[in-house]
C-alpha cells in the first residue's frame, strides 16, 4: 500500500517548483494569453529546476531516476502557476520520456544526453488527429512497412513546438496497432502547418502536421520492432490529470480568496449558502482527483499496468476541472467574466483537457 508522505526530496522540489510557478509563471500568464506566446527567457529560467534531468539516469546523462508520482507533484505546481507555460516546460519531456519507458538502449544513448544539459531543447509529440471519434488505441494515420523502414501516413493536430522542435514522436498504426516513431525535423514528408488557433492554450504554440510519404529508419521506430505504447500513453494521461488538478486548484484559490474579500449587502460573499457550497465541491472533488492521480502514478512506479487508474484518473479530472473552472467564474459573478481576471483563462484552458490527448508527459 501506498502512503501520503512525499519523500524529502519530493518537498524540496515540489517547494522549488511552487516557488518558481509563483514568481515566474503567474505573473506572465495574463499577458502570454492576450499576445498568444511565451517570453522565450521564460523557458530558459526554469532550467535551474532540472526537471527532466533528474527523471533520467545517469548513464544517459541525467542524475536521478524517472517516478511518475514526483512528476505528477511538479505537474500540479507549474499548471498552478500557468497551463501554457506548464506544457511548454513539460515539452522535451515527450519525446525523453517515451524514450526512457520503452526506447531500445541505442535509442536511449543517442537521444537522452541531448536534454540533459543546460539549456531549453524543444520537443514535440503528435498523437492527436482532427475527428471526433479519436482514439490512441485505434489510430488514423497509418506506418507501412517497407525494406529498412517505415513510411508515414496521416494528418495531426495540436502538436506542441512543431515548427521548432529536433525531435518529434509520431504516433501511428501498423497494422492495426498503435506504434510510435522518431522523426527528426527537416525529415522528407514531415510537413508542419500553420499554428492552430484554439479557445484555450493560447500561448501555447500548436501546429497541425502533415505525414506525406515520411519515411523513417526502423532503428527510429520507438523500442524496435516489437515495441509497444501502452507505457507512454499511461504516463501522459497521469501527467494531464496531474496538470489538471493544478489548474482547478488555481481557479479554487482565486475564488475562495475573492469569496472573502467581495462583502455585499454587510457581508462577505463567503458566507452566502450558495457560494460556500460551490466552493466545497471544489474542494471535496480537487482532492479527490488529486488522490486518483496519485494512485495511478504510484501504480506505474510499482511497474503495474496502470491503465485502469490512468484512465480513470484523467476521465475524473477532465470533468473536475472544467467544474472547477466553470465555478469560478460563476463565484466572481460578472468579474469572472473579465478578462482582467484570470478565472476566464482558466475556464477555457479547463475545457482543453477533455479534448487534448499526449501532449504532457510526466
Not at 490512441?136 to 513510411?151: D, E, F, I, K, M
Not at 495540436?158 to 510510435?180: D, I
Not at 460573499?269 to 460556500?276: F, L, N, S, V
Request: aromatic letters at 8%; glycine letters at 10%.
Amino acid at each position: 500500500m501506498f502512503g501520503f508522505e512525499p519523500s524529502d526530496e519530493q518537498k524540496t522540489l515540489v517547494k522549488s517548483v511552487r516557488r518558481f510557478a509563483a514568481r515566474e509563471l503567474r505573473p506572465l500568464a495574463h499577458d502570454s494569453d492576450e499576445r498568444g506566446e511565451l517570453p522565450g527567457a521564460l523557458l530558459e529560467s526554469a532550467a535551474p529546476l532540472a526537471l527532466l534531468p533528474a527523471s533520467l539516469p545517469e548513464a544517459y546523462g541525467g542524475f536521478g531516476q524517472r517516478s511518475a508520482v514526483t512528476g505528477a507533484l511538479f505537474a500540479e505546481e507549474l499548471a498552478w502557476g500557468d497551463l501554457s507555460g506548464a506544457l511548454a516546460l513539460l515539452a522535451p519531456g515527450l519525446v525523453a520520456l517515451p524514450v526512457l519507458l520503452a526506447g531500445t538502449e541505442a535509442q536511449k544513448h543517442e537521444l537522452l544526453p541531448a536534454f540533459c544539459g543546460e539549456g531549453y531543447v524543444p520537443a514535440s509529440a503528435a498523437l492527436l488527429e482532427p475527428r471526433a471519434d479519436f482514439d490512441p488505441r485505434v489510430l488514423q494515420a497509418r506506418a507501412r512497412r517497407v525494406s529498412g523502414g517505415y513510411v508515414l501516413e496521416g494528418t495531426k493536430c495540436n502538436v506542441p513546438f512543431a515548427a521548432e522542435a529536433e525531435w518529434m514522436l509520431v504516433y501511428a498504426s501498423v497494422e492495426g496497432e498503435s506504434r510510435a516513431f522518431l522523426v527528426r525535423r527537416g525529415t522528407d514528408g514531415l510537413h508542419v502547418g500553420e499554428r492552430e488557433q484554439n479557445m484555450g492554450l493560447r500561448a501555447l504554440p500548436l501546429y497541425k502536421v502533415e505525414l506525406r510519404g515520411c519515411v523513417v529508419s526502423s532503428a527510429l521506430c520507438l523500442g524496435g520492432e516489437g515495441g509497444g505504447v501502452e507505457a507512454v500513453l499511461g504516463a501522459s494521461r497521469v501527467a494531464l490529470a496531474a496538470l489538471a488538478v493544478g489548474q482547478a486548484r488555481a481557479a479554487y484559490d482565486y475564488a475562495l480568496d475573492y469569496a472573502k474579500s467581495r462583502v455585499a449587502f454587510g457581508e462577505a460573499i463567503a458566507q452566502r449558502q450558495a457560494i460556500a457550497f460551490m466552493l466545497a465541491e471544489m474542494a471535496t472533488e480537487i482532492e479527490a482527483a488529486r488522490l486518483l492521480v496519485w494512485e495511478a502514478a504510484w501504480t506505474l512506479d510499482q511497474g503495474a499496468d496502470g491503465t485502469r487508474e490512468c484512465l480513470l484518473a484523467k476521465t475524473f479530472a477532465d470533468e473536475m476541472v472544467l467544474a472547477a473552472t466553470d465555478r469560478a467564474v460563476q463565484i466572481l459573478g460578472g468579474h469572472g467574466y473579465i478578462r482582467d481576471h484570470p478565472v476566464e483563462m482558466w475556464l477555457r484552458n479547463g475545457r482543453a483537457f477533455a479534448v487534448m490527448e499526449g501532449i504532457a508527459i510526466v
